[in-house]
DNA sequence: CCCTCTTTGTCCTGTGAGTGGGAAAAGTTG
DNA sequence: CAACTTTTCCCACTCACAGGACAAAGAGGG
């Protein structure tokens, strides 16, 4: 099949695309419900739409009480490529136009190893997707990388985690290598953007988005939109200073929050404890692995361990701390909490929400819900398939 | 004079109005210039804003090598109303059309008084403006009051310093009041807004806009647009723990910013340095006056008062560090510093600017300008004139 | 099964916004 | 005074869109 070069002419179709991408499929008269144009001028679009390729008919819709009225969706053989590339491992998706995952690959890999080497990887994972049969070709793709990008060029800048990829034109190259129109931006944000289109912040216009992986980084949407800052650094807030004088950071300074939690820090605090004989728990599974990681704490914490439990609860307070001062400052609606450790539960949850509810004054948090993730891994990647879709379903 | 009551029609003739607000007198050929319509509509349009009286002919522009064109501008006789209600003092504005202020008193006076006693005084000083012939009447009134503002409504909501004003419709009472549309919004949002129509902000999207003056708030402009979060109360950063276990501040928690640094926190620290006999200089203003405010403590910093220098420095660590995490959260293009305690100048500026320098990653910090406010006293009441033009410059 | 009512889809025309060209008016420059 | 510019006014033409008329298709009642 040919991949569809079409694009919206105007922004009547753009609207309808965006209303059929998140309604699914409708009838003409739901619609012109929904949107603002007299019948004639919608059936003149919704034609154009089918013309192109765009969307098809499909069959006919139950009765509302006359005659039926036919089903329109969005092409179904229309495939978006969602790629979420993390410190340790990279997320690669299929979508349709609804942007529902029809296949998805994760691998451990190291983003030090360069672009040239992730690249590789990304697109072989992107071939056995396509081998299976669920897509012959992307029709568009959107890729998170973990570090500040310029957003309109799609080149990473200044990435504390991935050197090698400063000014790596990532839009352009994979752009050719796939054949199709590639957008590209921080992880955080397309995590952000995920969570609001899918998931918890579903229809909240204004709400932060942590994510606590390897590193911490925070995606700020306001006003429906993603803020991403002048530099394309804003919600870096790993190197806010969490504890005065606190820990040596890789950046330099002391006491930043990535330093003191964060799933590398975890781990090591982890280890520390095991090997001073401060948790049994985590000391056997030390002797198991050779090696703790966030998912071990949250293990040891659920089997009751004291000590797991105080290094989540001590982590919880210092990101609680710091997330209270941000909603202080930007008086959000809803506050999420996602990446690796959100294993770590309820417990970790616990001890932000009593940071915020204690730090914060009651006009922010009178009626501030902070909740998980919804969406897990695949928050990523369908804020990537949620970028791309976005841009080509906009006007040309 | 009759009042205006014009509205503009369509957006265009919207975006005209604020191109002649903004760009001042202009002909037809350079409006033309700067907007994207035909000759013939153009002309229609400021046709129809002469027709209303919203903007007047105004003799002839100078040649640009043929026929010489007609000048136009907004009627002069457009008068709006900037009200900045501080915690400590009142400052109301009477400006023209373009906001340049025309008329400005300023005087003492205590928000706690509670509404109705405070827009006694507004409305009289807005009465002295109008004697002495300014304004024969406002075409809008724009109010800045010292807490969080359910903008929508122009009603101030759980204001911790000026208990007595929650849920009191100021936009309300004013508009009969005063007879004519007003907006009513924090002060800080209004100097950030002043900033950026007329002072070191212009032109700049993304900024913050620090004011410290009896509290602390920050103005954020996201976008261009200012960021005011879903409860009104984002800015609100006076309550950041900046110093773990430390002062008691007047909210119920422990280390506030306020508590540690705003204008009352200083004039405390002073008398209390002046009292200990650490600082001759600031004893013998404490003697003369009976009391000190930041104005005494900046007297004696130029004077070359060590005590004084020290608690400007340290306050400004103090605010550093919080703009620090801002900054990395935010990725503003540039930081504004008003309010009160501007006098301490160049002390202040450099601790903040150590701080933030220090604790932000680079591609935050690389091109961000931190300055003081250009417009002093005047930015709150031409950012409020400038958001009721907004206002009433937008389409109905 | 027939009749009426409702909903959907199509066609057609009127309207108003907006564009673009040309001519007249009003300048400047040499 | 002639040649050239710029502005302004006027007019015809295009285009998007609304809204009504009408046909098609189905539901439901007698």
Redesign the pocket.
């Known amino acids: 099949m040919r991949r569809m070069t079409a694009r919206p002419a105007?922004?009547?179709q753009a609207r309808l695309l965006k209303l059929l991408r998140d309604g699914g499929p409708n009838?003409?008269?739901?619609l012109?419900d929904q949107i603002?144009?007299?019948?004639?001028?919608?059936?003149?679009?919704?034609?154009r739409l089918l013309e192109t390729g765009l969307a098809v008919a499909d069959g006919?819709?139950?009765?509302?009480?006359?005659?039926?009225?036919?089903?329109i969706r969005l092409n179904p053989e229309l495939r978006f490529l969602g790629v979420d590339i993390g410190a340790t491992s990279v997320d690669v998706a299929v979508t349709n136009a609804e942007l529902e995952i029809l296949g998805h690959l994760n691998q451990p890999m190291d983003v030090r190893e360069g672009p040239v080497a992730v690249f590789e990887q990304v697109l072989s994972m992107a071939a056995k997707l396509r081998a299976t049969g669920l897509a012959e070709g992307f029709d568009g793709a959107g890729i998170g990388v973990p570090g500040p990008v310029r957003f309109p060029e799609g080149v990473p800048v200044a990435p504390p985690i991935m050197p090698g990829w400063d000014g790596f034109p990532v839009r352009e190259a994979l752009s050719q290598e796939l054949g199709c129109p590639v957008m590209v931006d921080n992880d955080v944000n397309l995590m952000a953007m995920g969570e609001r289109h899918a998931g918890v912040a579903r229809s909240v216009g204004d709400f932060l988005c942590v994510k606590i992986g390897t590193g911490i980084g925070c995606g700020i949407v306001a006003g429906g939109d993603v803020h991403r800052g002048v530099t394309g650094s804003a919600g870096d807030i790993g190197h806010i200073q969490a504890v005065p004088e606190g820990r040596p950071c890789a950046c330099g300074n002391r006491g930043c929050l990535e330093a003191h939690f964060s799933g590398a820090a975890l781990a090591r605090d982890a280890v520390e404890a095991a090997e001073q004989g401060l948790s049994e728990e985590l000391a056997a599974r030390l002797a198991a692995n050779g090696t703790l990681t966030a998912v071990d704490v949250a293990a040891a914490a659920a089997a009751g361990d004291a000590t797991a439990l105080a290094l989540i609860r001590e982590g919880g307070n210092r990101v609680g701390q710091v997330i209270a001062a941000l909603v202080s400052f930007f008086n959000p609606g809803l506050v999420v909490i996602g990446g690796g450790v959100t294993g770590l539960g309820h417990t970790l949850l616990a001890a932000i929400r009593t940071q915020v509810y204690r730090q914060s004054l009651p006009l922010a948090t009178g009626n501030l819900p902070i909740v998980l993730g919804e969406l897990g891994p695949t928050a990523g990647v369908i804020g990537a398939a949620r970028l791309i879709s976005d841009h080509l379903f906009s006007p040309a």
């Open positions: 105007n922004a009547h009838s003409r008269a739901q012109g603002d144009l007299s019948r004639s001028k919608l059936a003149v679009e919704v034609d006919l819709a139950a009765s509302r009480g006359g005659r039926r009225s036919h089903n």
